[in-house]
């Protein structure tokens, strides 16, 4: 059960990429403009990456399988941090309520001036009750000189029973 408990509020902080899917890059945003974007994944407690659920560019619906009293299904949130240019520091918070806990947890994360992406990942339980949820982004991205640039989004999340 701790061991559960660590991996629900387990946030694991890494440069470069670590999930094996290709990282969203949305069309149409200039280079110097800070934005995130996200992968979701899902599957057991050995590989919470094992099945493509959905990401953020190009945005496809997100379906996600309720878990199960024997048989848990993991979810692997991957948030990517885009430079934009110079320094860019992001804060805020990251609400996630489709888990079995919904956990609200605030990045502080630094994307460094020659630094493409940093990137973050959040794993945890699905919630057993069918439903639907979300994921709300609500984020501020500052330059060196203080200048910042509020990133709102939500994702709807959609958690369906599996026979």
């Known amino acids: 059960m701790r061991i559960l408990r660590l991996l629900i509020g387990a946030v694991a902080l890494a440069t470069g990429v670590t999930c094996a899917n290709h990282i969203p890059e949305p069309v149409g945003v200039s ?6 974007s996200w992968v979701l994944m899902s599957g057991d407690r050995d590989n919470p990456d094992a099945d493509y659920v ?12 309720a878990s199960r009293a024997d048989q848990p299904v993991f979810s692997n949130l991957h948030i990517y941090y885009h ?4 320094d860019t520091r992001y804060t805020g918070s990251i609400r996630v309520g489709y888990f ?4 609200t947890f605030e990045p502080k994360i630094l994307v460094r001036k020659h630094g ?6 959040v794993t945890g339980i699905v919630t057993s009750k069918p439903g639907s949820y979300s994921v709300t982004f609500d984020l501020m991205a500052s330059n060196a000189e203080g200048a910042g640039q509020s990133i709102r989004q939500t994702l709807p999340v959609t ?3 599996t026979d």
């Open 31 to 36: 280079p110097r403009t800070p934005h995130v």
């Open 54 to 65: 959905c990401q953020s560019d190009p945005k496809d619906e997100c379906v996600v399988s």
């Open 83 to 86: 430079g934009a240019g110079g």
């Open 100 to 103: 079995t806990t919904p956990s």
């Open 116 to 121: 493409d992406i940093t990137n973050q990942s």
């Open 159 to 161: 958690v369906r029973k």
